[in-house]
């Protein structure tokens, strides 16, 4: 789980430099450069980049979309590799099938028969029928020499978008984790992102802090008219709060884990 929280802050610190470097090229335009004699090479791309920035129009900052939305599709990647990462570690502790927590053993052909509907879809192109049927079969006759696989996207896969409510019922329904947000409030690094001990606050401020996070969402892709762009502050607030909150997520799992 880990190794999924380690990828996704790099990600999301490029995100970070990303506004940064946009807003470093917007307030190089507030400049004059005709004195610049210089002919040294960064004196040259200086100069580039300072005619393209002054063509850019106060709309503009509409780039800043992208950067949310990506921070917020990174999100929801990392939640499903997470899930994936503990579903494998799962395997690798229990060995016997028959031992595994009973929501994750009922909701594993569920997931499979969702996938064999929407197999065509691509991306499920690295599966084919056959994988998860054996896959299934697999869960019926094993042996130690012979062990249970999973199709990993069964429990991970989900086509809405990760609110809360959503979250917490992927967990309880798919790998038998009830009440995630109240253990996710135990976390010291939430505690310490809304500076407060009380748990119950804690488990209130991330719940609607993501909703918010994932309300924005849909109004940048459904705009109205009285849509506005998010600012390099949003977006910044937006990548620390998810780092913050899918390492509570690898943490939260892997005490879960250890005392199964």
Known sequence: ????????????????????????????????????????????????????????????????????????AQFEMAVRDMIEAFISNLMRKITDYSHLPKPVRDWHPMGCAQILLNIRQDKFKHLTPDIILQNLASCIHYSPKKPYRFTLEAFSDNERNLKPDIIEEMFKTRLGIDKVWQKLSRENDLITYFGTYNSQLVEKLAREKLKEIMNRRNEIIHRGKEYYTPGESEIKECANFFKVLILSFANMLEKHLNAL
């Open 1 to 72: 789980m880990n190794k999924v929280y380690t990828q996704f802050a790099k990600d999301m610190e490029q995100i970070i430099v990303f506004v940064e470097l946009f807003s470093a090229t917007r307030n190089l335009a507030r400049h004059d450069l005709k004195n610049m004699r210089s002919k040294h090479p960064i004196a040259v791309e200086a100069k580039t980049v300072h005619a393209k920035a002054r063509e850019l129009s106060s709309s503009a900052v509409v780039v800043y979309d992208g950067p949310f939305l990506t921070a917020c």
